[in-house]
């Protein structure tokens, strides 16, 4: 069974940094494009960013996130990373770690599916 | 980018009953659009992909239709266990983008 299980959230101060971790199990982690998504408190979902396999390459983010956050992988140990850098208090939001799914591999953008259980991330003074 | 509009905001659905939710894109998203479902305190989960197919697992009363700008989601009798938010997402454009979603709550 794919699976994912993210770890790391907490409280920060505005302007600061956070990372988080996502454990991946159940396929091949070095094959997946990985996005995460984040929802702010009582609201919708709203995409952070995406990391490809290592084979396609690349990072690209949201607008909103881009240039403070960094999304990296190790893929000796099937885990997806999330650099929060310079926070802001609309940052605060559940994020979740996602696999991305694509009817192809020459489509560009898919679905996601599994979803991790989520990590808080509060950011406030 | 695209934006997606859901309708209703709020259903009020009685068990048994069908289910109806709307889901539009601000321009054509293909047939490229997923419908999750969110119970409280819970991660959404796919239920449907390619507009129309049910993800594994998911029971064969949800049902999803359309292409191009509609979209429909179906439930053509709700049991207890539907009552949750449900929310689109259109994967045709880049960035991919999620409705506000639908709460389907028991009437």
């Known amino acids: 069974e794919m699976q994912v299980v993210e770890s790391g959230g907490g409280l920060v101060k505005p302007g600061g940094s956070l990372r988080l971790s996502c454990g991946a199990s159940?396929?091949?982690?070095?094959?997946?494009?990985m996005s995460w998504v984040r929802q702010a408190p009582g609201k919708g979902l709203e995409w952070v960013g995406r990391i490809k396999s290592k084979t396609d390459g690349g990072t690209d983010y949201a607008a909103p996130v881009k240039g403070r956050f960094i999304i990296s992988r190790d893929d000796s140990i099937d885990t997806l990373y999330l650099q929060l850098n310079s926070l802001q208090t609309d940052d605060t939001a559940v994020y979740y770690c996602?696999?991305?799914?694509?009817?192809?591999?020459?489509?560009?953008?898919?679905?996601?599916?599994?979803w991790g259980q989520g990590t808080l991330v509060t950011v406030s003074s | 980018e695209i934006v997606m509009t859901q309708s209703p905001a709020t259903l009020s659905v009685s068990p048994g009953e069908r289910a109806t939710l709307s889901c539009r894109a601000s321009?054509?998203?293909?047939?490229?659009l997923a419908w999750y479902q969110q119970k409280p305190g819970q991660a959404p989960r796919l239920l449907i992909y390619?507009?129309?197919t049910r993800a594994t697992g998911i029971p064969a009363r949800f049902s999803g239709s359309g292409s191009g700008t509609e979209f429909t989601l179906t439930i053509s009798s709700l049991q207890s266990e539907d009552f949750a938010v449900y929310f689109c997402?259109?994967?045709?454009?880049?960035?991919?983008?999620f409705g506000q979603g639908t709460k389907v709550e028991i009437k």
């Open positions: 159940g396929f091949t982690f070095s094959h997946a494009w």
């Open positions: 997402q259109q994967y045709n454009t880049w960035p991919r983008t």
């Open positions: 321009q054509s998203a293909s047939n490229n």
């Open positions: 996602v696999v991305d799914k694509r009817h192809t591999s020459a489509d560009p953008e898919g679905w996601f599916d599994p």
């Open positions: 390619g507009a129309s």
